[in-house]
Nanobody
């Protein structure tokens, strides 16, 4: 069974940067796509960025495109989300998840880690 643990969240001023990490464990990790999702208070969870199992392809939501970059290091079983030019509307709990499908649809993600809180002050 795949286990995921997100970390690295915190408080940052608007315009600042933060990198959050997802540590993964379990068999066949390099066959899973990994996605980052976020949920702000009172809002539905939404997709942020996803990366295929080999890292050859990524997807990012329009609201973060050009600001956030997803990457993975399969040798270390780690996935990262570099977030630049953060804005107050990026404030949310960020979750990483794993899917055996090549997809950005959160319903197709089978394994979820706990969230890490990112708070952006204005």
């Amino acid at each position: 069974q795949v286990q995921l643990q997100a970390s690295g969240g915190g408080l940052v001023q608007a315009g600042g940067s933060l990198r959050i990490s997802c540590a993964a464990s379990g068999p066949g990790l390099d066959s899973y796509a990994i996605g980052w999702f976020r949920q702000a208070p009172g809002k539905e969870r939404e997709g942020v960025s996803c990366i295929t199992s080999t890292g050859s392809s990524t997807w990012s939501a329009g609201s973060v495109k050009g600001r956030f970059t997803i990457s993975r290091d399969n040798a270390k079983n780690m996935v990262y989300l570099q977030m630049n030019s953060l804005q107050p509307e990026d404030t949310a709990a960020y979750y990483c998840a794993a899917s055996s499908a090549r997809t950005s649809n959160q319903r197709q993600y089978d394994y979820w880690g706990q969230g890490t809180q990112v708070t952006v002050s204005s």
